[in-house]
């Protein structure tokens, strides 16, 4: 079972802050994956990352950008938050080896936007 | 674009009745699909169905998949409250490291 962090895990902030949410995992994982998913909806992909330095934006557009210095790191940052932003945000890794898509999740970070 | 379609979106049961959640998908190239259980927190990980006719078993819960008329099921037997839950089917492709999720089923379990 993977281990996979995510803080803060609720986030209640103005209009206009500038915040960093925190993905870790200790797996040595090389793929990890940023979704939104507001309530009774189904995940979406907003940006993926197959290795250190490399991060591409998925499916469903997104004010956030990411960065992967680090195999285990995978931070979200919005500089300039908004109501819109109100949503959960899920973190996941895989290995990503063969046949092995299996993602594994962090707890989620829910993010109100004032 | 890939898709993938869940039914019934929602369901209500009692406890120690069996249930067959409905997963279809149309994936580029595909190679996978998965299944998970989401309760209030994060998915967790139930199956991952490559192979076709073959039945994946944890438990009271079980999965197969269908890879010539593009689907898998879910079955639950003898279901408890616990089980309540929202279940996501995900499918993935072959050259791509993504999984598109599809709506969940939200399976409610009465006493």
């Known amino acids: 079972e993977a281990d996979i962090y995510q803080t803060p895990r609720y986030l209640v902030i103005g209009t206009g802050k500038k915040i960093t949410l925190e993905c870790s995992q200790t797996m040595g994982h090389d793929k990890m994956y940023w979704y939104q998913q507001d309530p009774g909806m189904e995940l979406h992909l907003i940006h993926y990352?197959?290795?250190?330095?490399?991060?591409e934006k998925g499916d469903l557009s997104s004010e956030s950008t990411v960065s992967r210095i680090r195999t285990e790191h995978f931070p979200l940052t919005l500089e300039s938050a908004r109501p819109s932003h109100t949503s959960q945000y899920l973190c996941?890794?895989?290995?990503?080896?063969?046949?092995?898509?299996?993602?594994?999740f962090g707890p989620g970070t829910r993010l109100t936007v004032l | 674009e890939d898709k993938v379609v869940q039914s019934p979106l929602s369901l209500v049961v009692h406890e120690g009745d069996t249930v067959t959640l409905n997963c279809s998908y149309e994936?580029?190239?595909?190679?996978?699909l998965l299944w998970y259980k989401q309760e209030k927190k994060a998915p967790t990980f139930l199956f991952m169905l490559t192979s076709s006719g073959i039945e994946k078993k944890s438990g009271r819960l079980s999965s197969i998949l269908d890879k010539k008329e593009l689907f898998s099921i879910l079955n639950i037997t003898a279901t408890q409250t616990g089980d309540s839950a929202v279940y996501l089917c995900a499918g993935g492709g072959a050259g791509s490291y993504q999984l598109t999720f599809g709506k969940g089923t939200k399976l409610s379990v009465i006493p």
């Open positions: 994936v580029t190239n595909f190679r996978s």
């Open positions: 990352s197959y290795g250190v330095n490399s991060t």
């Open positions: 996941a890794s895989s290995a990503g080896l063969g046949h092995t898509d299996t993602q594994y």
